[in-house]
């Protein structure tokens, strides 16, 4: 679903991934990177399914896995594709130091998946997934016409091995009447989620599993704020040093490149206004998140009267 905002899918060709890969493990950074100087964990597959049914004519992911397995290298993986359980996959994903994500919501979602394994085919893929490596399953995007499945769905993630569950409200692109506009996207106004939120929580307590938010507003109702499914794992460090951990209280050290002049550069990527370059290439990356952050408390100050969320 998420890909569908992307440019048209059949124009995808291979190209330099795994080169791309290994140098990034090796440590060459570019300047939407270069404030990382540690081991940060890779997401790999939050916008495009690396499993999709190409892979068994170019074998790119296949070839990726093989360099995660060499270098150990932490990476949390989100697919529906059922390629991932297949013998070869499979035995690569052993080997590797990774958290395995698999998108499924309910069965109601099959007709809006064409092309993707039933959920049923999905919750096979998470039983022998779970066997091997911690596998969280993705209620993403969470809307909330299914959500009683949802809530009798959770019981059989756990019967699966789950680990936990991530869920996220759906963003749609255009206006719908009881939506409301966050940012670029029209999305579920709060007072619809997070009711909704808590029974989700609850219920996947109630089976053992772990609960993660991956909407950002309501991030702090997560079992950890960081809604990978990390948490604990040997080898994952995540950046704790940014707007969510500001407005959660849990504010992280910088690390020393955080610091440097020029790693500021990693904000023109997202706000390009004429003459800001300059201004990027001689900032810290740390210095704008905070100033990121002090921005957003003020407006809400000025356009709400009070410190909002």
Not at 38 to 59: A, M, R, T, V
Not at 171 to 200: A, M, Q, T
Request: charged letters at 30%; hydrophobic letters at 30%.
């Amino acid at each position: 679903m998420f890909c569908e905002k992307k440019s048209d899918l059949v124009e995808i060709s291979k190209n330099e991934t795994v080169k791309a890969l290994r140098s990034f493990i090796e440590g060459n950074r570019n300047n939407e990177t270069n404030w990382c100087d540690w081991n940060i964990p890779l997401h790999w597959g939050g916008c495009s399914d690396p499993f999709q049914p190409i892979e068994k004519e170019y074998k790119s992911s296949l070839e990726c896995l093989k360099v995660f397995a060499e270098t150990q290298y932490p990476f949390i993986v989100s697919t529906k594709g059922r390629i991932i359980v297949e013998p070869e996959y499979l035995d690569l994903i052993k080997k590797c130091n990774c958290v395995i994500q698999i998108s499924a919501v309910c069965s109601e979602y099959d007709k809006l998946e064409e092309g993707a394994p039933p959920f049923e085919g999905r919750l096979e893929m998470i039983k022998k997934l779970s066997e091997h490596k911690r596998t969280i399953v993705r209620i993403q995007p969470y809307m909330a016409e299914v959500h009683n499945s949802i809530m009798r769905s959770i019981k059989r993630f756990a019967e699966c091995g789950a680990y936990g569950i991530i869920v996220e409200g759906m963003k749609f692109l255009k206006s719908k009447k009881g939506l409301e506009k966050v940012g670029g996207d029209i999305c579920y106004p709060l007072k619809v989620l997070e009711p909704r939120f808590k029974e989700l929580k609850l219920q996947a307590h109630k089976y053992g599993l772990k609960f993660y938010s991956g909407e950002n507003r309501l991030r702090s109702m997560g079992d950890s704020l960081c809604c990978c499914g990390i948490d604990g794992l040997d080898g994952f460090t995540g950046n704790r040093y940014n707007i969510n951990h500001f407005e959660n209280g849990d504010v992280g050290v910088p690390s020393p490149t955080m610091c440097e002049n020029g790693t500021g550069k990693v904000f023109h990527s997202i706000s390009q206004k004429a003459g800001e370059y300059e201004h990027f290439k001689n900032s810290s990356f740390s210095g704008l998140m905070k100033n990121e952050y002090i921005e957003k408390r003020n407006y809400y100050d000025k356009v709400f009267g009070k410190t909002k969320k």
